[in-house]
Structures are given as structure tokens and as C-alpha cells.
């Protein structure tokens, strides 16, 4: 006989079971269980980073705009000032922004950046988030991050 017509063995291919599928997924469950918190606990930390960066960005504009213009944007321009020029002509011919690309960011929690031409101590001027919970004060994710005003 010919070695080429000889007959193979048939393979069965079979697929998972619904017991192996069960135990595959308690097994991911236990994994996320453990590992998920980890992630979410970074999260937020990533979100109180993104904001510290942006005020700092948003710093460095309100300077640039201190420069071109010689004051800081009053508290009824707001941070407004940074891609809208002023109504004022002569203020308007010393806008030279805007100061910021797009529109101004909202924080990570999407709440508005409090901005006030108020010193806070170690800036001419105040701008901050109050942080998670959106209201003043508070402590851990809840703080309020930035520069604040003097008391």
C-alpha cells in the first residue's frame, strides 16, 4: 500500500465546556476584584495631576497676558480674557492673544477654574479647582488645588 493514502487519524476539535468558561470567569472576577481598585485609586490621582497642570498652564498665560496688556484680567473678564480680547480699544490694541489655544478648560471633574485678580500669596493673582466634590474646602481627593487667596 501507498504511504500517502494511508488514512489519519480524525482530530476532534471540541470547544470549552460551560464549567471551563465558569471557572475562567470567576477567575478574571477575583483578578479585577484585586487589581481594580489599584487602577481606580490612580485615576484619581491622575485627575488631581491633570489639574495642577492646567492651572499651571493657564498661569503662564494670565503672565503672558499680564505682560502684553500691564494688568491681569479683572474679575468680571475672568479667565475669558485669555481667548476673547477686551471691549475696551485700548486695552483691545494690546491684546495679543489669544493666550491659550481652543477654549478655556474646565477642570477634570468639569467644573469651572475659580479665577480672582487676588494675590495668593505666592501669585498676583488667584486660580483654582475645588478639586472632586466641587465645593471649597475639603480634604483628600475633595481639596481644593491651586493657587487660593490670601486669608
Known sequence: MNPSFQRRPRRVQGGF???EMIVVLVII???MGLVGPR???QADKAKVQTANTQIKMLGGALQTLRLDMGRLPTADEGLSALVTAPSEARAAKAWSG????DA???DPWGNPYQ????SSGNQPYSLYSFGADGKP???GLDADIGYKPAQ
Do not use: H, R
Request: aromatic share 14%; net charge negative; glycine share 18%.
Open 17 to 19: 465546556t460551560l464549567l
Open 29 to 31: 472576577g477575583l483578578i
Open 39 to 41: 487602577l481606580f485609586g
Open 98 to 101: 489669544p493666550y491659550i489655544e
Open 104 to 106: 478655556i478648560p474646565t
Open 115 to 118: 479665577y480672582a485678580p487676588v
Open 137 to 139: 474646602g475639603g480634604e
